[in-house]
């Protein structure tokens, strides 16, 4: 069926209609004119904007294991709402994505909505010891390797997986984080962990693991990627290492380019994340690094928890918050410190190129992969609205501004109401 997209404001700086109205005609999964005429299905999409397809490189469904907190079908309707159509899963699941059998699981519960990659474990359970068989999870289809939430800890490790991917053109992925400092704490450590007497996390702990594994890497070759960068020197230390031309990857989760531990201040557990809010200074040299292109691209970080892990002590709740079906509201409120075609691009085209995959585009003979969207719609994330199995969201009861309208993906297409 052919599919005809009037009037629709085009954001993309690599398509030749950037920035301009045009009718993006859709036949047979491709864009086949910037100027269509007319089609079996036409929607006025007036007033709206359209970009290529978001992928995230960075959810948690929860599946296998804690499908009450998110399972795959859950997830997928979340990650379309929010104007995804690509999802990379991370494997800290119950039990872990470590087999061939747990890869195929994932990519099969796909579907035409949302295309699903899989990041596999790098080390067996997740604990940092031996390691996965990655060749043979290569095959399978896992299109990165980590441990998750959990940092690799163990150095030689980390030098074996570089050194076996460095010819599978995938990346090895590190939640930076020096697991004796960072064990038992809540929050950024600083004046507000004082004020609230909660034990707090040093940027120490990050910096620390960027500065070992750049070494590793200096000395192995490959490809490391770090996960949910949060302070102002760790931004720094990968722009140094990139100036030497090693090969190296970040991302940043959307929440930690607007929160900072200031947000606490309500004991709300809906703010306590991983990585923690830093500080309004760690804040704006993610923003910067930005800007400068040392952070490659910007994930969701999106962990569903049901409520008997969130409405505790704030010491005692699980970090995590969902994020998909506000992604947008939270860009565009970034968007008054960047440029919106650069945010746009941190979530299209800079994790396909992280993980080696052809780079998207609003033009002629390209699949149409395409998110719609009103900058100006205003809406609540409540019980009525919420999509996710799951409500720990910062944003919950809270009136926010964009929503997403829709997504194409190739053949496949749907409006939001």
């Not at 969902?322 to 939270?330: D, E, M, V």
């Amino acid at each position: 069926m052919s599919l005809l997209l009037k009037n629709v404001l085009v954001l993309d700086t690599n398509s030749p209609a950037h920035q301009q109205q045009a009718n993006i005609l859709i036949e047979k999964g491709l864009i086949t004119s910037l100027n269509g005429k007319s089609a079996k299905k036409e929607i006025d999409l007036k007033g709206h904007q359209l970009s290529c397809g978001w992928f995230d490189l960075n959810a948690n469904f929860n599946d296998p294991g804690n499908e009450h907190r998110e399972d795959i079908e859950s997830g997928i309707k979340v990650a379309q709402s929010g104007g995804f159509t690509d999802v990379c899963l991370t494997p800290d699941t119950s039990p872990p994505i470590e087999s061939k059998s747990d890869v195929n699981y994932l990519i099969r519960k796909g579907n035409n909505a949302v295309e699903l990659y899989v990041s596999a474990a790098i080390s067996e359970g997740l604990n940092g010891e031996g390691l996965t068989e990655i060749l043979d999870l290569n095959d399978a289809g896992a299109v990165s390797f980590s441990d998750g939430d959990k940092p690799i800890w163990n150095a030689e490790l980390l030098l074996k997986a570089l050194q076996y991917t460095k010819n599978l053109n995938t990346p090895v992925i590190q939640n930076a984080r020096e697991v004796n400092i960072s064990r038992n704490t809540h929050m950024h450590e600083g004046r507000m962990s004082t004020n609230l007497g909660l034990r707090g996390e040093p940027s120490l702990s990050e910096e620390l693991i960027i500065q070992r594994d750049i070494e590793i890497l200096r000395y192995s070759g490959g490809h490391l990627h770090f996960s949910r960068v949060s302070s102002a020197k760790g931004v720094d230390l990968i722009k140094r290492a990139k100036k030497e031309g090693l090969y190296i990857t970040c991302d940043v989760a959307i929440h930690h380019l607007i929160f900072t531990d200031d947000s606490i201040g309500e004991f709300d557990t809906n703010f306590k994340s991983l990585p923690p809010y830093r500080t309004e200074k760690d804040r704006k040299a993610l923003i910067k690094g930005l800007k400068e292109d040392v952070i490659d691209a910007i994930c969701s970080n999106h962990r569903p928890l049901d409520q008997e892990s969130k409405q505790l002590e704030f010491d005692l709740a699980e970090p995590g918050n969902i994020s998909l079906q506000t992604f947008l509201p939270a860009l565009l409120s970034v968007s008054k410190e960047i440029s919106l075609d650069i945010l746009i691009d941190k979530v299209v085209n800079g994790p396909r190129s992280i993980l080696n995959l052809q780079p998207a585009s609003i033009d002629v003979g390209q699949e149409a992969k395409l998110t719609i969207f009103d900058p100006k719609a205003k809406w609540t994330l409540n019980d009525s609205t919420n999509i996710s199995k799951s409500r720990n969201s910062p944003f919950w009861n809270k009136e926010v501004e964009g929503k997403v309208a829709g997504t194409v993906n190739r053949s496949y297409f749907k409006i939001n109401k």
